[in-house]
């Protein structure tokens, strides 16, 4: 495996991995685990999102494709319907005013769930489809 990163991008805004939600929408949600490694951001509009981020990690998806030109491998979106992704960002949610989700506990809202347990967080929707992240491996499915 190689060595373990630092994302250091700077909180510039989400709007890449997310769109600005509809007016009357409900409100950002932000959760993240007890150590902080790992921050998530809901956000709903005309269809559900989450993005979450890893702050420090050995990177699974280490190679960035030659279609990206920003940062690669910290942040994975889900939304309700589709397969989990790798993002392609300027920013990181990591630093976002969160609240804690215990080692066990679950959020869920309009069919995404995300489940903190001791090694990171996993996230899925109601096709089966979603991503697993800990600072040794991530993967989409």
């Not at 991995?17 to 009357?24: I, K, M, R």
């Not at 910290?74 to 969160?98: K, M, N, P, Q, Y």
């Not at 309009?110 to 996230?123: L, S």
Request: glycine share 10%; net charge negative.
């Amino acid at each position: 495996m190689g060595p373990m990163m630092k994302c250091r991008a700077p909180v510039i805004g989400v709007a890449i991995a997310l769109a600005a939600p509809a007016a009357g929408a409900a409100e950002d949600l932000a959760f993240r685990t007890p150590s902080g490694n790992i921050t998530c951001l809901h956000q709903s509009g005309d269809f559900s999102i989450i993005r979450c981020d890893l702050a420090e990690f050995t990177p699974s998806f280490a190679e960035t494709p030659d279609w990206c030109d920003w940062d690669y491998g910290h942040a994975f979106s889900l939304t309700d319907l589709d397969r989990g992704l790798v993002l392609c960002v300027t920013d990181t949610v990591i630093g976002l005013e969160a609240e804690v989700l215990e080692h066990g506990e679950s959020f869920e809202v309009e069919g995404i769930t995300c489940t903190a347990d001791a090694a990171g967080m996993i996230c899925t929707n109601p096709e089966g489809h979603g991503f697993s992240l800990t600072a040794n491996e991530q993967t989409v499915f």
